[in-house]
C-alpha cells in the first residue's frame, strides 16, 4: 500500500516539474517572439521612412 501512495506521490511531483519546465520554455518562446515582432516593427517603419 505505501508503494502506490509513494508512486502517486513520485508522479506528482515530475508532472509539477515537467509543468514548470515547459512553462519557462513557453515564456522564452514569448519574449523571441516579441523581440522579432519588435525588430520587423523598426524594419517596416524604417522602410516606410526611406520610400517617403
Known sequence: MASFVLG???GILATG???ML???RLNAA???MNAAN???D???T???K???
Do not use: D, I, P, T
Request: aromatic share 4%; charged share 25%; hydrophobic share 45%.
Open 8 to 10: 502517486g506521490f513520485a
Open 17 to 19: 516539474v515537467g509543468m
Open 22 to 24: 515547459l512553462k519557462a
Open 30 to 32: 514569448n519574449r523571441k
Open 38 to 40: 519588435q525588430e520587423l
Open 42 to 44: 523598426r524594419l517596416r
Open 46 to 48: 524604417a522602410s516606410l
Open 50 to 52: 526611406q520610400s517617403a
